[in-house]
T-cell receptor, first 114, second 110 residues
Framework: DTAVSQTPKYLVTQMGNDKSIKCEQN?????MYWYKQDSKKFLKIMFS???????INETVPNRFSPKSPDKAHLNLHINSLELGDSAVYFC?????????????FGPGTRLTVL | QQPVQSPQAVILREGEDAVINCSSS?????VHWYRQKHGEAPVFLMI?????EQKGHDKISASFNEKKQQSSLYLTASQLSYSGTYFC???????????FGQGTTLQVKP
């Protein structure tokens, strides 16, 4: 019944490791996003895919690589994790990629890098 | 480019009213309002569109002033459940790329 789901909810790992976060939406939306929310609650977009095509690619270290195997899934892989990567990562989806399209957020994945 | 919200924080008693402002240095075409409770995801409240009328959502409403490049969120007769952080987001390029303000933390006390 969940609209946008993410796994895992919590991720604790050591510096230098590689990890992935998965996102799935069952709303039939065409567009999916990854956001990063830091400890000061600043919410910043990282990537967006529309119909499996990358349309937004913000200035993010290339250690971060999104992958969209199909419209309903958007995964985020992070290589060589650093302390500064610790944050909450939110996946979101919307019907389309326009300014009138509501974005629905997943529950978030809290990543802690030790 | 990031919209600026004011105030940064507000504390209310139940039943009091509050206004949260969101200002942009860029022309606004739409403003999205979200509320995020501690440890949870941002939840959509409403979208204000350029040329659109004031929107309402229960006792929460918002306005959009194109000239001032500003949107305001009005919370009337606040309830405990209104507590959380409110974010405005703007999409200046109509690409779905929402740029969020820094957030306004609202605490409603009994």
């Amino acid at each position: 019944d969940t609209a946008v789901s993410q796994t895992p909810k919590y991720l604790v790992t050591q510096m230098g490791n590689d990890k992935s976060i998965k996102c799935e939406q069952n709303l039939g939306h065409d567009t999916m996003y990854w956001y990063k929310q830091d400890s000061k609650k600043f919410l910043k977009i990282m990537f967006s895919y529309n119909n499996k095509e990358l349309i937004i690619n913000e200035t993010v270290p290339n250690r971060f690589s999104p992958k969209s195997p199909d419209k309903a899934h958007l995964n985020l892989h992070i290589n060589s994790l650093e302390l500064g990567d610790s944050a909450v990562y939110f996946c979101a989806s919307s019907q389309a990629a326009g300014q009138t399209d509501t974005q629905y957020f997943g529950p978030g994945t809290r990543l802690t890098v030790l | 480019q990031q919209p600026v919200q004011s105030p940064q924080a507000v504390i209310l008693r139940e039943g009091e009213d509050a206004v949260i402002n969101c200002s942009s240095s860029k022309a606004l075409y739409s403003v999205h309002w979200y509320r995020q409770k501690h440890g949870e995801a941002p939840v959509f409240l409403m979208i204000l569109l350029k040329g659109g009328e004031q929107k309402g959502h229960d006792k929460i409403s918002a306005s959009f002033n194109e000239k001032k490049q500003q949107s305001s969120l009005y919370l009337t007769a606040s309830q405990l459940s209104y507590s959380g952080t409110y974010f405005c987001g703007t999409d200046p390029f109509n690409t779905g790329k929402l740029i969020f303000g820094q957030g306004t933390t609202l605490q409603v006390k009994p």
